[in-house]
């Protein structure tokens, strides 16, 4: 069986507080951090008893994971198991990346976001160097507010080409169509984020190749449909997965409207979907669907 999992742990601190994250943060105490700890480690030695599955996993916490020692350390080894085809985890890139050297670069990926404010802009572009050196995987992205726009573009320029530059449309902001031409500049594909896709009734791989995983184990068709379709570690899911039409009105986020089987988006991120690096060159371009 070919299974794309998207794992969310109970981890919700996070080093940044920026004021336009949709996440509620909190600050983990000791025990929920051992709590979250033990979560992935089991969420881990499942991934790497399956070997007779072809595992692709995201990791999309609410906080940030790898400035805790076991998030780094999971990746790393599950990077050199054979039948994981990628390792990801979406992250803000402020944690040591040294450990980096130590996984397997054929398999493990990282899908950045830059927060100006958050942390020094030469401090962040000197680690997307070293990730450059170490011959990492990586995506780098930017919400498109509009105080972000010269942060943006400068990270364009200064970024290697074939490092993919992503802006995410912000929740609640509308473009009119000179803002979006602003932001298409930088990202060929912001017209897939500009606006909600209607996705009701429509077809999806959520639910049949991908799902969605919690700490307990729950598995849900995505993020953001909470039917559960049974348990990751009593294999209850698996007779639930098959395909299925989206239940919702519409679909605004990319790790969800990404499967949407409507939208070209497997095509144009072949190879590296969940790591959200186009196929071919960072600069591909799509006719972009703005449902």
Known sequence: MDLTLLYRGPLASCDYDCPYCPFAKRRDSREQLRADRAA??????????????????LFTPWGEGLVR?????????????????????????SCRTDWLADADPDTLALWCTYH??????????AKCRELVRLGVRF?????????HLEAARRLRAELPPHVYLWVNAAEGHTYD?????????????????????????????????????????????????????????????????????????????HIGYVHLETLPLYDVFAGGVLERIPAGTATATATATTG
Not at 40 to 56: G, H, K, P, V
Not at 116 to 125: A, E, N, S, V
Not at 139 to 147: A, D, K, Y
């Open 116 to 125: 100006p404010g958050q942390t020094p802009y030469d401090r962040f572009l």
């Open 40 to 57: 992935l480690e089991r969420f881990a030695a499942w991934a790497a008893e399956r070997t007779t599955d072809r595992l692709s996993l």
């Open 69 to 93: 020692s076991w998030y780094r350390r999971t990746l790393t080894e599950l990077s050199h198991q054979s039948h994981i085809r990628r390792v990801a985890i979406q992250t803000n890139l």
């Open 139 to 147: 995506s780098v992205g930017i919400v498109g507010l509009p105080e």
């Open 177 to 253: 169509d000179a803002q979006a031409d602003l932001w298409t500049e930088l990202d060929p594909l912001f017209p897939y984020s500009r606006r909600p896709h209607a996705s009701a009734g429509l077809p999806c791989r959520t639910g049949e190749s991908v799902i969605s995983v919690d700490g307990d184990g729950t598995v849900r068709r995505c993020h953001f449909v909470r039917a559960e379709l049974g348990n990751l570690y009593d294999g209850s899911y698996r007779t639930a997965l098959r395909p299925r039409p989206c239940p919702l009105t519409a679909c605004d986020c």
